[in-house]
């Protein structure tokens, strides 16, 4: 059975810090992976998708970055968080249906 | 813009009653993903469809690419169906997935 976890379940920032949530996937070969934003209260977004190793198309930019260096891994990063990064983050794997991960809370203050 | 509309934004059931959540896309979708939000605000796949209807217990999800649309029908509603539902719909071309705005179900004795 597939496995996705997420790390870490919640962090609380500063303005300008650095972030670096990660996101892996067991169980399945070369997934397709996506990550995921929803600010309190709003729409949930796609961020990121990737289909391969190495591979990482952007669909909404919001001073974040993202990679894939492992098959089974999708880091989410930023060097300098801004308030507007605050919200929930989910991690998900696809194939048809859109099984998502348990989420990280940020809080940048 | 390609845009989802979800409908009603809440509804309030009494047990044992039933209603449908309703999902508008501007264009046509591939797909459609109903998602409820569990405790912790991650989302737990209920049905994928790329056409016709799904039926799961009380749940029943139907799918008109042509019409533009998609319907998640209750029935029998319990308690333990409060909460967050969400339809995602993807797009023909591409990796995107659009989510609606969700609908905040409530279920009373």
């Known amino acids: 059975a597939q496995t996705i976890h997420q790390w870490p379940v919640a962090e609380i920032k500063a303005v300008g810090s650095p972030l670096s949530l990660g996101c892996t996937i067991k169980g399945k070969s070369s997934p397709n992976l996506y990550w995921y934003w929803q600010a309190t209260g709003g729409t949930l977004q796609q961020l990121f998708y990737s289909i391969t190793v190495g591979q990482v198309e952007s669909v909404v930019q919001l001073n974040l970055s993202a990679s894939r260096p492992k098959d089974d891994q999708f880091i989410l990063s930023t060097e300098k968080l801004l308030l507007s990064h605050s919200g929930f983050y989910l991690c998900a794997w696809k194939d048809n249906t859109l099984y998502f991960g348990a989420g990280t809370r940020l809080s940048v203050l | 813009g390609d845009q989802v509309e979800q409908s009603p934004s809440a509804l309030s059931l009494h047990e044992g009653t039933g209603s449908a959540l309703r999902c508008n896309f501007t264009t046509t979708m591939r797909a459609v993903q109903w998602f409820r939000k569990n405790s912790r605000g991650s989302l737990i796949n209920l049905f994928y469809?790329?056409?016709g209807t799904k039926e799961n217990g009380r749940l029943k999800s139907a799918f008109d690419s042509k019409e533009r649309y998609s319907t998640l029908h209750i029935r029998d509603a319990q308690l333990e169906d409060s909460g967050t539902y969400f339809c995602?719909?993807?797009?023909?071309?591409?990796?995107?997935?659009?989510f609606g705005t969700g609908t905040s179900l409530l279920v009373d004795p």
């Open positions: 469809l790329a056409s």
């Open positions: 995602a719909a993807e797009f023909n071309m591409g990796y995107k997935l659009t």
